[in-house]
C-alpha cells in the first residue's frame, strides 16, 4: 500500500509532454516565470491511471487503479522578488484500485473514509494550506500541515511542483527549440527515484508555451516518461499537460512494472 501511494505522488511530479518537432526560433527569446495577480482563484484537476505489479514473493500481482483529485488555489499577496503567497485546497479526492483486493475512496463519500485507500488520503481533504510560490516555480510551504503525516506533506509539495511549473523555470530567455535540463530526487519510505529531465520549448503561439519534457527515471524504478505541457506565458499559470510513464523497478522495490498515464487541467474557479 505504500509503495501505491507513493506512486500516486510521483506521478504528479513528472507530469511532461509528447515528443514533437519544435517550431523555427522566433529569434524573441522569452524569460518564463510566475506572474501571478492578488486575488487569481484557480481550479486544477488532475487524472491518473496506473496499471502496475507488485512483487509479493515469488507472485506477480497485476493492479489497476484511477485516481481523480481536485485542488482550489488562490493568490493571497504579491511578495514582490520574494514570490506569491497562495492558499492551496484539496476540494475532492476520488480513487480506485483493482486487484486481488479492492480499495476504493471518495472524499464526498464518508462511508469510504475508514477504507485503507480512505485512511491514506483523507487527511488531505480540509486543511487550508499556505505556500510560497517564487518567480521561478519553486515552493515552499509555510503552514497549515503541521497535523499532518510526513507523507501528506510530500504529496502536496509535489502537487505544487506541479502546479507551477514543474519545479522551476530556466533562469534565462529561452526562444523555440532551446531546452533546459533538471534533476529530481525523491525519497520516502526507503524508496528513492531519481528523474533526469530535459524540458525543451517547442512553441509560443497565442500567448501560450507549449513545453516538451523527457524523463529518464533510475534508483528505486527504471523507466522513460514523456508528455507535452501548455503554460501561459505572461502569468505563468499550468494550462495543461498530459503525460505518460513506463518503469520497471528494483527487486528489493516492490513493483514489477508500471505504466501511468496523467492528464492536469487548470480553469478559473
Known amino acids: 500500500m505504500r509503495i501505491f501511494i507513493y506512486l500516486t505522488i510521483l506521478s504528479f511530479s513528472l507530469i511532461s ?11 524573441e527569446p522569452i524569460t518564463l516565470s510566475v506572474n501571478y495577480s492578488e486575488g487569481d482563484s484557480k481550479i486544477i484537476t488532475a487524472e491518473m491511471d496506473m496499471e502496475m505489479e507488485m512483487k509479493i514473493g515469488d507472485q506477480s500481482i497485476p493492479i489497476q487503479s484511477s485516481s481523480t483529485f481536485e485542488y482550489s488555489m488562490m493568490v493571497e499577496k504579491d511578495l514582490g522578488e520574494e514570490g506569491y503567497l497562495t492558499k492551496f485546497k484539496y476540494e475532492r479526492i476520488k480513487s480506485k484500485s483493482g486487484g486481488p483486493v479492492q480499495m476504493t475512496y471518495d472524499s464526498n463519500e464518508p462511508s469510504t473514509a475508514d477504507s485503507l485507500l480512505g485512511v491514506q488520503l483523507s487527511p488531505l481533504i480540509g486543511p487550508e494550506i ?5 518567480t521561478n516555480g519553486n515552493t515552499s510551504i509555510l503552514g497549515g500541515t503541521e497535523e499532518l ?3 501528506i506533506k510530500l504529496q502536496i509539495q509535489e502537487t505544487m511542483k506541479s502546479l507551477s511549473s514543474f519545479s522551476g523555470f530556466p533562469d534565462y530567455p529561452v ?3 532551446d531546452s533546459w535540463e ?4 525523491q525519497q520516502q519510505g526507503g524508496v528513492e527515484v531519481t528523474v533526469d529531465t530535459t524540458y525543451t520549448l517547442l512553441d509560443m503561439t497565442d500567448g501560450v508555451a ?6 529518464k527515471m533510475t534508483g528505486a524504478m527504471e ?7 501548455k503554460i501561459d506565458i505572461v502569468s505563468g499559470w499550468l494550462i495543461e499537460a498530459n503525460s505518460s510513464a513506463e518503469a520497471k523497478s528494483k527487486e528489493n522495490a516492490g513493483v514489477a512494472t508500471m505504466k501511468i498515464s496523467t492528464r492536469m487541467s ?4
Open 17 to 27: 509532454c509528447s515528443k514533437q518537432k519544435a517550431a523555427k526560433p522566433t529569434g
Open 130 to 134: 499556505s505556500i510560497k510560490i517564487s
Open 149 to 151: 503525516p510526513d507523507m
Open 175 to 177: 526562444d523555440n527549440g
Open 182 to 185: 533538471e534533476t529530481i530526487v
Open 210 to 215: 507549449t513545453i516538451n519534457v523527457e524523463g
Open 223 to 229: 523507466g522513460e516518461v514523456e508528455g507535452e505541457t
Open 266 to 269: 487548470v480553469t478559473d474557479s
